[in-house]
């Protein structure tokens, strides 16, 4: 079994969790966070937007707005057969994908065990 964490963006919740759904795998986990990544602000870049010259590129323009916020963002947890993992990390590849900072990230986990409180099942019979 692994647990697969995916962090995403707010607006991707929807139709991720639709897409997973129709793929067979409607149990999950979901919880708003806030976080950032690792992206620092380019100091020339800001110097010549105050001396008035175009930036064009959003990319630039959310580092420069960017600097020490941190963004709303949805935390999916999904625990799944070692099987499964490949599909289900496609599909969130593939609805979340748009080429721009922020797309997101991906963790893949190794579960030890997982069990059903109310029956008492373990292992994938728990999931």
């Given at each position: 079994?692994?647990?697969?964490?995916?962090?995403?963006?707010?607006n991707?919740?929807?139709?991720?969790?639709?897409a997973?759904?129709?793929?067979?795998?409607?149990?999950?986990?979901?919880k708003?966070?806030?976080?950032r990544?690792?992206?620092?602000i380019?100091?020339?870049?800001?110097?010549?937007?105050?001396?008035?010259?175009?930036?064009?590129?959003?990319?630039?323009l959310?580092?420069?707005?960017?600097?020490?916020?941190?963004?709303?963002?949805?935390?999916?947890?999904?625990?799944?057969?070692?099987?499964?993992?490949?599909?289900?990390?496609?599909i969130i590849?593939?609805?979340?994908?748009?080429?721009?900072?922020?797309?997101?990230?991906?963790?893949?986990?190794?579960?030890?065990?997982a069990?059903?409180?109310?029956?008492?099942?373990?292992?994938?019979?728990a999931?």
């Amino acid at each position: 079994m692994k647990e697969i964490i995916s962090i995403i963006r707010m607006n991707k919740m929807n139709e991720t969790k639709e897409a997973l759904s129709r793929a067979g795998y409607p149990a999950m986990l979901c919880k708003k966070v806030n976080g950032r990544g690792k992206k620092m602000i380019n100091m020339d870049i800001l110097e010549d937007l105050i001396e008035g010259k175009e930036i064009s590129s959003p990319e630039v323009l959310e580092t420069i707005t960017e600097k020490g916020r941190l963004i709303a963002k949805r935390l999916l947890t999904i625990v799944a057969p070692d099987e499964d993992v490949k599909k289900i990390v496609n599909i969130i590849i593939e609805i979340n994908q748009t080429n721009n900072m922020g797309d997101g990230k991906i963790f893949v986990s190794p579960i030890e065990d997982a069990i059903r409180v109310r029956t008492d099942e373990t292992g994938e019979l728990a999931i």
